[in-house]
């Protein structure tokens, strides 16, 4: 610890430390002034240090991660942890390690002093599982010592019998950082070290093919003298030897590109999803739903696909060009190929026009008929017979026709490109063929541009046919690709406000809600749902809200938590508003569970659809809970009907849960979110009476402060 103590961040810099941090890890955080010092109320509590840390790193726009590590995997952890903040397990003061990088010699930690210094990965790993060490280590010094093991071999005995012992054990106190999902995608990039990959896959592919080419001049030379020397034969079987290791960097290369740049895009669209306001997708079908999911592994697929070949057909046509105005055909021959190249973007252009018509009316046909399956029994009710299927045979007859135009385009860039060349290739050197007036070698040269070419074509037109299929893919995921960007978490002041009168929370004066003169209307309609709401609402207060349906109760709901935004007025928790909060902590303080038709359960295990509001994975006090409110709202006998209790699958793919079971399932899902306020829309409609009681005790029980929302 001692060897540490000179690169140890205290609390009150651990805002500076994550800033600095992050820009050392490439990271690019946003540099609006030194973050406020941490909290007091979070320097003794675990969750409430988390919460911190990730609303200050919101505010630098990157992410702090909190990991919780294996002691068996602590050691292969940390030299790919980079960049972290580590916690050094103390009873006094926090401390923190600031983890730049690592390496299989050693760990690069950035102290007060803003100089990384390399310290040994086992000094490391020893004060962070120090702890837990000591409470096994004498026991199992003990046990080696009777087995008679001396020197070396005793210390690499007691490390094996601990790694048994406790290998299970999980080490917390980890913040690993990462760009946003909302940031720059190439920032994004950059930081996983795709950019860098990227440039090593073109040196590899570029050495690969000129080695290639050196391997095949060393034969040609020789056959075109008539004789083959040994040392020549040699240089070619080594040329070609060397091929294997260039091909084995290429193919590595193209898959950690693949896998990076996907999970990147998977998760940036994920976030956007997550960051699109519910207006935007309220009048959206499951088929467009199901269009977008499908569009989104389309542009993945075909936009790495279309990249890779594009990159290498590059490198080749420009290689192909230098040969061929080396050869017979001269500096003609390779202005031909250029021209050549501008007719197969011509035609991948015409074919991304084709394929976008075909890619709507796919899409609308997609959606129609998601449609009118949910509908279906609807449909067989209120459509005669003769009519019925009218339309969907005009969709198909449509879509047939968008399809054979799109298949001669894509037939003409495949075929024609490629094979149009080998033709006028050879067609460009004939003159100097007839005549004479090239010798061997320059026709062999030009011969072997023009073969070149050819093969640089093919990947040119089946790269230029991927793109234009990710280019139309991509209309359908742009919008949440560019909602991921939408910031609304920047403003950590009111987290540390929360913090700080964390321990003081019942002696603070502030309504946990309070509303005045609220106005919303929906975009379509031109009367406001509300007009003039205003409402107050204390710590510990139990309100019911009565109206008829449509009179804007749900609307309301939405409002309090975060979910809509006012047209006016002034929303405040403890005195703050939601844009100096940041959603996230809003909806930390109140959670809502929203009527039936607008909850959901994922098809996942019944745990995670229980603690998915909270931090995840959920510790086994966590679990211990959730449980124990499952009972309470009467789900204990459907606990114990599944044979994975807890860990059962459920959703459309798992067990199946009954209406009243997925309405206990949400109510549960809030209170285990210990906010503020509690809001529940209808949640208890769908109980009997006996089961109405039980879970009205739960809830009055476990809700700090409840508003109820029901029909009169």
């Known amino acids: 610890m001692s060897d540490l103590a000179a690169l140890c961040w205290h609390g009150n810099r651990l805002g500076e430390a994550l800033q600095i941090l992050?820009?050392?890890?490439?990271?690019?955080?946003?540099?609006?002034?030194?973050?406020?010092?941490?909290?007091?109320a979070a320097q003794a509590r675990g969750d409430l240090l988390n919460?911190?840390?990730?609303?200050?790193?919101?505010?630098?726009?990157?992410?702090a991660a909190a990991a919780e590590i294996s002691y068996a995997d602590l050691r292969q952890f940390l030299p790919e942890a980079g960049p972290a903040l580590l916690r050094l397990p103390d009873s006094g003061e926090p401390r923190f390690l600031a983890l730049v990088r690592g390496t299989r010699r050693g760990l690069y930690l950035l102290g007060p002093d803003l100089i990384p210094r390399r310290v040994s990965l086992e000094v490391v790993a020893r004060c962070l599982s120090g702890d837990l060490e000591e409470k096994h280590l004498a026991e199992t010094e003990k046990l080696v010592d009777e087995v008679g093991l001396r020197g070396n071999g005793r210390e690499r005995a007691v490390t094996r019998v601990l790694r048994d012992q406790i290998g299970g054990e999980r080490i917390g106190g980890i913040w690993m950082l990462t760009a946003s999902p909302g940031s720059s995608f190439f920032r994004q990039m950059r930081s996983a070290?795709?950019?860098?990959?990227?440039?090593?896959?073109?040196?590899?592919?570029?050495?690969?093919?000129?080695v290639w080419i050196a391997s095949w001049m060393v034969i040609g030379r020789a056959a075109l003298q008539g004789r083959f020397d040994e040392g020549w034969l040699l240089a070619w079987v080594l040329l070609l030897l060397t091929l294997i290791p260039l091909r084995a960097l290429v193919t590595w290369s193209q898959g950690a590109i693949a896998i990076g740049a996907g999970g990147l895009l998977k998760k940036r669209l994920l976030h956007g999803a997550l960051q699109l306001e519910t207006e935007e997708i309220r009048h959206q079908g499951a088929g467009q739903f199901l269009g977008r999911i499908l569009e989104s592994e389309a542009v993945e697929s075909l936009a790495l696909s279309g990249g890779f070949l594009g990159m290498m057909a590059l490198i080749e046509m420009a290689i192909?060009?230098?040969?061929?105005?080396?050869?017979?055909?001269?500096?003609l021959h390779g202005l031909l190929l250029v021209a050549w190249v501008a007719l197969c973007v011509a035609l991948g252009v015409r074919n991304f026009r084709q394929r976008q018509r075909w890619a709507d009316e796919r899409l609308t046909m997609t959606h129609k008929t998601v449609?009118?399956?949910?509908?279906?029994?609807?449909?067989?009710?209120?459509?005669?017979?003769?009519?019925?299927?009218?339309?969907?045979?005009?969709?198909?007859?449509?879509?047939?026709?968008?399809?054979?135009?799109?298949?001669?385009?894509?037939?003409a860039l495949m075929a024609i490109v490629p094979r149009g060349w080998l033709a006028l290739g050879l067609l460009a050197l004939a003159p100097a063929f007839v005549t004479g007036s090239a010798t061997p070698a320059l026709l062999a040269v030009g011969l072997g541009g023009v073969l070149l070419a050819n093969q640089a074509l093919e990947k040119l037109a089946e790269g230029v046919w991927h793109l234009a299929g990710a280019a139309t893919a991509w209309r359908q995921v742009a919008g949440l690709f560019h909602a991921a960007a939408r910031e609304r978490d920047r403003n950590s002041t009111g987290v540390v406000s929360s913090l700080d009168s964390h321990d003081d929370h019942h002696k603070d004066q502030q309504p946990i809600l309070e509303a005045t003169d609220l106005v919303f209307r929906f975009r379509d309609r031109r009367d406001p749902v509300l007009r003039g709401c205003s409402l107050r609402i204390e710590e510990g207060d139990r309100l019911l809200l009565q109206g008829p349906s449509g009179g804007g109760k749900s609307t309301l709901a939405a409002l309090l938590a975060g979910l809509r935004a006012p047209e006016s007025g002034l929303l405040l928790s403890r005195g703050l508003d939601l844009?100096?909060?940041?959603?996230?902590?809003?909806?930390?303080?109140?959670?809502?569970?929203?009527?039936?038709?607008?909850?959901?359960?994922?098809?996942?295990?019944?745990?995670?659809?229980?603690?998915?509001?909270?931090?995840w994975p959920p510790r086994p006090e966590d679990l211990r809970e959730a449980e124990a409110v499952c009972r309470e709202v009467g789900l204990g006998e459907l606990l114990e009907r599944m044979p994975g209790g807890l860990y059962q699958m459920v959703g459309e793919s798992g067990w199946q849960l009954s209406h009243g079971e997925r309405s206990r399932l949400y109510l549960a899902r809030a209170l285990l979110q210990h906010p503020d306020l509690v809001v529940l829309d209808e949640s208890l409609a769908a109980l009997d009476a006996e089961t109405l009681q039980r879970t009205l005790d739960c809830v009055l029980s476990r809700a700090r402060t409840l508003l109820l929302i029901a029909h009169p």
């Open 193 to 210: 070290g795709l950019l860098r990959r990227s440039l090593v896959l073109l040196g590899a592919h570029l050495l690969q093919y000129v």
């Open 579 to 615: 844009q100096s909060l940041g959603s996230q902590e809003w909806r930390r303080r109140v959670v809502v569970a929203p009527q039936f038709h607008e909850n959901h359960v994922l098809t996942e295990t019944f745990a995670f659809n229980l603690l998915m509001g909270g931090a």
């Open 22 to 40: 992050a820009r050392h890890g490439g990271l690019s955080p946003r540099t609006a002034g030194v973050p406020e010092p941490l909290p007091r």
């Open 320 to 331: 192909a060009t230098v040969v061929l105005a080396l050869g017979a055909g001269g500096v």
């Open 51 to 63: 919460r911190w840390l990730s609303s200050v790193a919101r505010g630098l726009g990157i992410e």
């Open 371 to 411: 449609e009118r399956m949910i509908g279906h029994r609807t449909r067989l009710a209120q459509e005669p017979p003769a009519v019925r299927h009218d339309d969907e045979d005009q969709s198909i007859v449509k879509y047939l026709d968008l399809s054979k135009a799109m298949d001669r385009s894509a037939a």
